[in-house]
């Protein structure tokens, strides 16, 4: 009997062992599989987009200066024009009337100016033989300096009707594109009507704008030397790279009130008239960073509006830790402090585990993070 005993009590030791050892696997075999990448620094080049809008450095809209019927187009919508070409005519048998009639009203008023110059020299005759009282020498004088008056009157009526005539043929401002001519021919037109616009393509502007954080990044970027980042791309509206580099010019005065951002102004060459007034594309402007500590958006979550992430210690513990960034980018941030070069942290499903916990951590390398 008590061999019997002796045989039961071995079986249930062997039991319990074995379940030990089954109870530890399983929980070796439970710890949550994570990608971990090192923090290492790099100089890497930052490339940020930004929705841009297209002008032409010069866009103008032909207006008609004076009422009338059009009478002749002389060009047609996408065409190129040269500086002082012949675009539009507007019927113009009334503004020559007028300018015949004001020249009429010009010669007549010299003519009086010359009888009057000529009255003037009779009566100082007649006063110097004191035929006459010297009163009609001052008459004289003044009969003259009115008729003179009406000549500059009459001058400016005509030099005005040569103007409205002028006013009839409408020329191009500069080398350009024409746009849409919304009237047709015959058309009755008034003083202000739109006739087209003419655009000058040969440069474009770019406008995009810029919070206020990446603006006093650029601006301190600058003061310390760094010109290249007043170079910039354009990606057109198809997603393809356009072939020429702009420049940026300028910045506006002001931040927007709404959206905390301000404008920036790049000048792309435009020399084979691709890009086209009004266009849309994005702008990529590249900043050079020098042995930055970056880290990918994934690995960062937020609470009570300050930035943490995971970081992994000696026994695949994690930790959360608070880091302060410097800039924000699309996917990654770039580490201002609160982080060093040689941490391992958590660099995905930071959702999915609490601080403390061990981890079964798969290495990922920085590069590959920051290529997706």
């Not at 990608?35 to 207006?63: C, F, G, M």
């Not at 002389?74 to 040269?82: A, M, T």
């Not at 012949?86 to 009639?101: C, P, Q, V, W």
């Not at 992430?309 to 996917?331: C, I, L, Q, S, T």
């Amino acid at each position: 009997m008590r061999q019997y005993t002796g045989i039961f009590t071995s079986l249930i030791a062997l039991f319990m062992a074995g379940c030990a050892t089954k109870g530890e696997g399983t929980h070796k075999e439970g710890l949550k599989s994570l990608p971990v990448t090192t923090l290492v620094t790099k100089d890497t080049l930052l490339h940020r987009s930004y929705v841009a809008d297209i002008q032409a450095v010069q866009n103008v809209e032909i207006r008609a200066r004076v009422n009338g019927f059009l009478d002749k187009i002389y060009i047609d919508e996408g065409k190129e024009v040269k500086k002082g070409q012949l675009l539009f005519g507007i019927s113009d048998a009334e503004y020559r009337a007028e300018l015949a009639k004001a020249k009429a009203v010009l010669s007549s008023a010299v003519a009086e100016s010359k009888a009057a110059a000529l009255e003037l020299d009779r009566v100082k005759l007649l006063v110097d033989k004191k035929v006459i009282a010297p009163s009609e020498l001052e008459v004289a004088n003044a009969k003259l300096a009115a008729a003179e008056a009406k000549i500059e009157e009459a001058r400016s009526a005509a030099s005005n009707a040569e103007m409205r005539l002028s006013y009839t043929s409408i020329r191009a401002p500069f080398n350009g594109i024409v746009d849409r001519i919304p009237l047709k021919k015959g058309s009755l037109i008034n003083e202000g009507t739109l006739l087209t616009t003419v655009s000058d393509t040969r440069d474009v502007y770019a406008y995009f704008n810029v919070s206020e954080t990446e603006y006093l990044q650029y601006t301190k970027a600058l003061a310390k030397g760094n010109s290249s980042n007043r170079k910039v791309a354009l990606v057109l509206a198809d997603g393809t790279d356009y072939h020429e580099t702009g420049k940026i010019e300028t910045i506006e005065g002001e931040f927007e009130a709404n959206t905390g951002s301000i404008a920036f102004r790049a000048r792309f060459p435009n020399p084979s008239k691709l890009l086209k007034h009004g266009a849309s594309g994005k702008v990529l402007l590249t900043t050079k960073m020098d042995s930055a500590l970056i880290i990918p958006q994934k690995a960062v979550f937020e609470m009570q509006d300050k930035n943490y992430v995971f970081v992994v210690d000696g026994a695949n513990k994690v930790k959360m830790k608070n880091f302060v960034p410097e800039a924000r980018f699309a996917h990654f941030y770039i580490v201002k402090s609160g982080l060093k070069p040689g941490e391992r942290i958590v660099c995905e499903g930071v959702r999915n585990i609490r601080d403390g916990v061990q981890i079964s951590p798969r290495s990922m390398s920085m590069d590959s993070l920051l290529s997706l």
